[in-house]
């Protein structure tokens, strides 16, 4: 894989602990790879990332992987908070607003070479490969509806939840109830939080926990129809924790 370094970003520091556990997918919402390449290097925007693909597929080194780049900013996952220091931050040349609005095949394909590069050499499982929605679902959305997660998810690069046997499914029911977690919302905010999410502002007002939802729905229920969506997303979750819950 061909690697770019004509182009640095000073925006990086030490990072706080040695494991990288996260790769964590951005996209620019710049105009073309050009404005993201300076706004990346500037000193004076305070943000980076480890790499840049731009909408040919060429993918830019800015910051080494041994440094901690500014690309996740406050953010959270499974009670940690300093993602920038455990993770590799990818920027994809993409924004909603201009013409560089689609993921075409050159981008994706680069992208997933460099997933598996990355995912391979630091043992990151796909759990682990998260979009900047994920670690902060109240404050971002990219990578975006349009990101296609269903292509990664053919490569193993998207958690996939085992069907789940009808017996675990019944006791956990039993269980919820005994713990007077009733509502199908809270045991979906139980589970979310299990499964890493910060559910904090979500648990109080509604439209915080439909964001939570919609960043859930659209990395892993990008292809259902929206017909009873809300309770497929249930039964997703469920497979979702109970496969966690057998595995982790
Ligand atoms: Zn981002």
């Given at each position: 894989m061909k690697l770019i370094h004509n182009f640095k970003s ?27 390449i300076?706004?990346l290097c ?8 480890h790499y840049l ?5 060429e993918i830019y080194n800015l910051v080494s992987e041994k ?182």
């Amino acid at each position: 894989m061909k690697l770019i370094h004509n182009f640095k970003s000073p925006n990086f520091n030490r990072r706080k602990y040695n494991k990288i556990e996260f790769i964590i997918i951005h996209y620019t919402a710049l105009k073309n790879v050009n404005e993201s390449i300076k706004f990346l290097c500037n000193k004076k925007n305070k943000v980076s990332s480890h790499y840049l693909i731009s909408q040919n597929g060429e993918i830019y080194n800015l910051v080494s992987e041994k440094y901690r780049a500014w690309h996740a900013g406050v953010s959270y996952w499974a009670s940690k908070t300093d993602i920038n220091s455990i993770s590799i931050g990818i920027e994809l040349d993409f924004s909603p607003n201009y013409k560089n609005n689609i993921y075409g095949t050159k981008l994706i394909n680069s992208l997933i070479k460099l997933l598996k590069k990355i995912a391979k050499k630091y043992k990151i499982n796909n759990h682990n490969i998260l979009g900047h929605s994920d670690i902060a679902p109240y404050r971002k959305i990219d990578p975006g509806v349009k990101f296609p997660w269903h292509t990664l998810k053919k490569n193993n690069l998207v958690f996939n939840p085992k069907i789940i046997n009808f017996y675990l499914v019944f006791s956990l029911r039993k269980w919820f109830k005994l713990q007077n977690i009733r509502s199908k919302k809270s045991i979906m905010i139980f589970m979310l939080a299990y499964i890493g999410y910060d559910i904090s502002l979500g648990i109080n007002k509604k439209s915080n926990f439909n964001l939570l939802l919609k960043n859930y729905q659209n990395h892993y229920l990008q292809r259902y129809s929206k017909k009873n969506l809300y309770k497929k997303t249930y039964k997703f979750i469920e497979r979702h924790f109970c496969t966690l819950l057998l595995t982790k």
